[in-house]
């Protein structure tokens, strides 16, 4: 019996290997999506930790320019803040798009697996039908020997 052969096999694999580069892709953007969150996350920290300082130093009375010094670096942490969270906009539009690609790579894998499994199938059915009609060929001539053999 012939072994079973898909004739798209390689393309198959080369569907699989796109799929891994786009899961891989995938992950590689939602990592920077979380580093874009941590970082607005520690700027958040940042200016709050600089927002009690500036108080404070108001209360104790501090120096004027003391306060301004304070008061421009909390203008500079929110203009970084506002840098991040656009470019966090753009990986979660990063992400949107790797997630659509790795859809796509995974239906045309699918497609082909599909594909196999029914040439597989066919394969099978197709085995399965020519060694029953081998056996029911070995019973007849069988049959066929033991009527003429008696008969002689």
């Known amino acids: 019996m012939k072994k079973f052969q898909f004739r798209l096999e390689a393309p198959l694999k080369w569907r699989e290997q796109q799929e891994k580069e786009a899961k891989q892709h995938l992950q590689e953007k939602v990592h920077e999506q979380m580093q874009i969150e941590r970082e607005i996350s520690d700027c958040d920290h940042e200016i709050q930790k600089w927002i009690g ?11 004027i320019s003391e306060i301004m010094i304070i008061e421009r670096y909390l203008v500079k942490l929110n203009e970084r803040r506002r840098e ?13 798009e790797a997630k659509e690609m790795l859809r ?3 239906r045309a ?19 399965s039908a020519r060694e029953q009609k081998h056996q029911d060929d070995a019973v007849s001539q069988r049959r066929w020997q033991g009527k003429n053999g008696g008969a002689e």
């Open 104 to 106: 796509e790579t995974t």
């Open 109 to 127: 894998r699918e497609q082909l697996d599909y594909l196999k499994e029914k040439a597989r199938k066919s394969y099978e059915y197709e085995m």
């Open 53 to 63: 300082a500036a108080n404070e130093a108001s209360m104790k009375g501090n120096d």
């Open 84 to 96: 991040l969270v656009t470019d966090l906009q753009r990986a979660v539009a990063c992400v949107e």
